[in-house]
């Protein structure tokens, strides 16, 4: 396939369907980005681009650990832009048709571990510099913020990213099983919806740089439980509803043997 020669090429690789802030954010980035790097690196695969997404997650991961100034900026530009990379992988397994399920696999995989290394991440600046209350064990400490040495942030990252985990292994499970009725969770309309992915990102990056991660932590885990439940009456509605006829019918079967 021949390479793109303007940025606006790119536009017709982008996914049809996309999440809110990947359309009016990301996807502005992504184009320039897959551009330029299928420019200077002809040979370049969709796995290599999420390895560079992983690499600025992580870097990101730092800029989350200090309280600094300097520490907000970076964790705010990294975050932004391993998102960046993480829509340009797409771009460029379909521009180049080297995509593969191993690479769906991967970027996936890299989305969730980058995600819970970003909560523990907060959680390591909390613990290590926010100020100690006279009792670091009590969970009170959740309401006063003074988080310096207690258990009870630690518990809060692990919490954040259980719930992460079991909402996007819930998701991923029903597209196995409802490949050819894959659709998004939230529409807002045709060919726009809700990601988690991207919300998650733009809360993160900005929760960095406006200094309220803490909070952030919060707003991705209070709706969690919400979460799973939709995720569970989406799936029994796309399902064959139980035939409780043949069910039982089955079940005298067996009586009779």
């Not at 970027?107 to 290590?128: G, H, L, N, P």
């Not at 409802?178 to 919300?199: A, M, N, Q, Y």
């Not at 909070?215 to 009456?233: E, N, S």
């Amino acid at each position: 396939m021949p390479l793109p020669t303007t940025i606006a090429e790119i536009k017709a690789y982008q996914q049809p369907h996309d999440s809110i802030f990947s359309r009016l954010i990301y996807r502005k980035i992504s184009k320039v980005l897959t551009f330029y790097m299928l420019k200077w690196i002809p040979g370049i695969s969709a796995p290599d681009v999420t390895i560079i997404s992983f690499a600025f997650g992580l870097v990101g991961a730092v800029g989350l650990m200090y309280p600094a100034w300097w520490a907000r900026i970076l964790a705010f530009v990294c975050i932004q832009l391993s998102f960046a990379f993480d829509c340009s992988d797409g771009e460029v397994a379909r521009m180049t048709g080297r995509g593969s399920k191993f690479g769906i696999w991967f970027d996936s995989i890299s989305d969730r571990t980058k995600e819970i290394i970003w909560f523990f991440a907060i959680a390591c600046q909390f613990y290590w510099f926010a100020p100690q209350a006279a009792d670091p064990n009590n969970w009170q400490v959740l309401i006063s913020g003074q988080l310096g040495h207690s258990p009870w942030i630690i518990y809060l990252a692990a919490a954040t990213s259980l719930g992460t985990l079991l909402v996007g292994y819930l998701r991923e499970a029903k597209k196995n099983i409802f490949l050819t009725e894959r659709k998004p969770e939230i529409v807002l309309k045709s060919g726009l919806h809700i990601g988690t992915v991207d919300v998650i990102t733009v809360l993160l990056s900005f929760g960095a740089l406006l200094g309220f991660n803490y909070y952030t932590l919060w707003i991705i885990l209070l709706p969690t439980p919400l979460f799973i439940l939709k995720q569970l009456v989406s799936t029994y509605r796309q399902s064959n509803k139980p035939n409780r006829q043949s069910t039982t019918a089955l079940v005298n079967v067996g009586n009779d043997d």
